[in-house]
């Protein structure tokens, strides 16, 4: 059986968190610069253009949102088609 250590640094933005204005870009950028780990943004995300701006703006690896989703401000689906829009490989 094959194991495999992965590390990531999970990045949630708790003067960001729950308030729909976007990810802290340049706190992301900073880090995401700064290590050779995978970064993930977290928290701030209010509308499927934050998605697309994190990944224009930094280095981040992937970006996550709960909240605009457990809400259902936000539909899952629009952020993926909003992604695939501006050329950002997802998940479908």
């Not at 308030?19 to 802290?24: A, E, I, N, P, W």
């Not at 690896?61 to 259902?72: N, P, T, V």
């Amino acid at each position: 059986m094959n194991f495999f250590l992965f590390f990531v640094m999970f990045m949630p933005q708790f003067s960001y968190f729950c308030q729909g204005k976007g990810f802290d870009e340049d706190l992301i950028k900073l880090i995401s610069d700064a290590v050779s780990i995978p970064v993930i943004a977290s928290s701030g995300a209010g509308a499927p253009q934050h998605f697309s701006e994190v990944f224009y703006k930094t280095n981040a690896s992937a970006a996550l949102a709960a909240g605009i989703f457990h809400k259902e401000e936000v539909p899952i689906q629009s952020v993926k088609e909003h992604l695939l829009k501006e050329g950002i490989e997802v998940g479908i």
